[in-house]
C-alpha cells in the first residue's frame, strides 16, 4: 500500500459516484483518512467497505450549510484534522436559456457554486491549521462556455473565480488552492439531464470518443495532493485526447 498521505486526512464532496468515488478511493489508497460525502447513504456505504483504508461515509448535502458543518465537524471529530478538501459535487442539467426550467438553474447554483463555497467556509479554520489543500473540481466550462450550458458554466467560472480570491487569501499562511477542469469524463453526471435533445448529445459525444474515466481525475487530485509544500499546483486542465 502507498503511505504518500500517511496521517493525512481528506474529505471529498459527492464521493458517491463518479469522479469523487474515484478520488476518495485514490486518496485511501495512498493512505489518507478518509470522509466521503454525498445524499446517497447507501453507495457511500459500499465505498467504506471497497476503501483500502478507513473512510468515513457522511450523509451531506453540500446546498444545505448546516449539513455542510456539520460534515466538516464529523470530518474533525473521527480523524482529529482536515488537511485536504475536495470540493467535487456537482450537477449539470444542461438546457436552451429561452424557457428553461429556472429551478434547474437553482439547482446548479446552490450545488456546484455556494455548496462549494460552504464548504470552504466552513473547512477553512482547519486547512489554515494544518497548512492543508483545497482541490476545486471545476470543468473545462469554467474556461469556456458554449451553448446550451450557460449556467452549469456560470458556476465553474465562479469557482474558477472564487478559487483564485481565496488562492491569494491564503497562500502566504500555506494553504495550497488546486482547480481541476475536467473534459469529458464517463460518470452519471448526463443522467440528471430533462431536456432529452441536451441527453442524446451528450451521450453522442460520449459515444464519439475515447473518454476519460473518473480514475483518470482521481490521479490528477492525487498528484496535486501530493506535491512537496513548497509546490503549490494551481491548475490542471485535463481532456480526453480526442475531445476538440
Ligand atoms: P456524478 O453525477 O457521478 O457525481 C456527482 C456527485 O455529486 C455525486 O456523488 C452526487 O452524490 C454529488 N452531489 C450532487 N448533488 C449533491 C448535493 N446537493 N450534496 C452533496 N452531494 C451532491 O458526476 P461526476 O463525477 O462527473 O461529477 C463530479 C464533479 O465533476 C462535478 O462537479 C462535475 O461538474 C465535475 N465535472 C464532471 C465532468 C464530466 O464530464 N463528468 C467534466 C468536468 C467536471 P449524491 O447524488 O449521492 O448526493
Redesign the pocket.
Same mark, same amino acid.
Given at each position: 500500500m502507498n503511505t504518500t498521505l500517511n496521517g493525512k486526512v481528506a474529505l471529498v %464532496?459527492?464521493?458517491?459516484?463518479? #469522479?469523487? =468515488?474515484a478520488t476518495a478511493l485514490a486518496l485511501s489508497a495512498a493512505g489518507a483518512r478518509v470522509a466521503a460525502?454525498? !445524499? !446517497?447513504a447507501d !453507495?457511500?456505504k459500499l465505498l467504506a467497505d471497497q476503501a483500502p483504508g478507513e473512510l468515513l461515509p457522511l450523509e451531506?448535502? +453540500?446546498?444545505d450549510q448546516e449539513s455542510v458543518r456539520a460534515a466538516v465537524a464529523q470530518t474533525v471529530e473521527r480523524f482529529g484534522a482536515l488537511d485536504i478538501l475536495v470540493n @467535487?459535487?456537482? +450537477?449539470?442539467l444542461n438546457g436552451p436559456i429561452a424557457g428553461a426550467d429556472t429551478t434547474q438553474w437553482t439547482r446548479m447554483v /446552490?450545488? @456546484?457554486l455556494l455548496?462549494s463555497m460552504y464548504a470552504v467556509h466552513a473547512a477553512l479554520p482547519h486547512l489554515l491549521e494544518r497548512r492543508g489543500i483545497v482541490v476545486q +473540481?471545476?470543468? %473545462?466550462?469554467g474556461r469556456t462556455a458554449s451553448a446550451y450550458s450557460g449556467v452549469?458554466a456560470a458556476t465553474?467560472f465562479g469557482i474558477n473565480a472564487f478559487s483564485e480570491s481565496l488562492r491569494q487569501e491564503v497562500t502566504a499562511q500555506g494553504v495550497r488552492v488546486v482547480v481541476v /477542469? $475536467?473534459?469529458?469524463?464517463?460518470? =452519471?453526471? %448526463?443522467?440528471?439531464i430533462t431536456d432529452p435533445t441536451m441527453r442524446a448529445a451528450a451521450r453522442e459525444l460520449a459515444e464519439s470518443m475515447r473518454?476519460?474515466r $473518473?480514475e483518470d #481525475?482521481a490521479a490528477a487530485v492525487l498528484y496535486a495532493a501530493t506535491q512537496p509544500e513548497h509546490v503549490a499546483v494551481n491548475e490542471l486542465l485535463i481532456r480526453p485526447t480526442d475531445q476538440t
Open positions: %464532496t459527492g464521493a458517491s459516484s463518479g #469522479i469523487g =468515488e460525502g454525498g !445524499r !446517497r !453507495r457511500l451531506l448535502d +453540500v446546498t @467535487n459535487a456537482g +450537477v449539470m /446552490e450545488t @456546484n455548496g +473540481v471545476s470543468s %473545462t466550462s452549469y465553474k /477542469e $475536467p473534459g469529458f469524463v464517463a460518470t =452519471e453526471l %448526463t443522467t440528471h473518454t476519460l $473518473p #481525475i
